[in-house]
């Protein structure tokens, strides 16, 4: 079982950088794929990036594409969103998930276990 704590947010201005950590106090997050999803006030969450168990695959939806990366710690205990560019529309509450697939799960349903999120902030 992974217990999943994120961190790494906070207030930045529009154009800043943050770099989310995701962390696990459990198991290695090898065993899984991990994503991170984002939910704004009055929104549904919806899922910004997610990377295989074996890191060979990443994914992002277009909210993110060519500002955002995600990646694995080489001893497999964590996973980082960096997030560049941002924008007053990033604001949100950011979580990691994982889910014990292979591969990045099509369905939020899929994902087993979830941290407790960290705060973006983007404004000026």
């Known amino acids: 079982q992974s217990q999943l704590v994120e961190s790494g947010g906070g207030w930045v201005q529009p154009g800043g950088s943050l770099r989310l950590s995701c962390v696990s106090s459990?198991?290695?997050?090898?065993?899984?794929?991990i994503a991170w999803f984002r939910q704004a006030p009055g929104k549904e969450r919806e899922e910004v990036s997610c990377i295989s168990s074996s890191g060979q695959t990443t994914k992002y939806k277009d909210s993110g594409k060519g500002r955002f990366t995600i990646s694995r710690a080489s001893n497999d205990k964590a996973v980082y969103l960096q997030m560049n560019g941002l924008k007053a529309e990033d604001s949100a509450i950011y979580y990691c998930?994982?889910?014990?697939?292979?591969?990045?799960?099509?369905?939020?349903?899929?994902?087993?276990?979830w941290g407790q999120g960290t705060q973006v902030t983007v404004s000026s």
């Open positions: 459990g198991s290695s997050l090898g065993y899984y794929s």
């Open positions: 998930a994982a889910a014990n697939n292979w591969f990045c799960p099509e369905s939020p349903s899929d994902y087993a276990y």
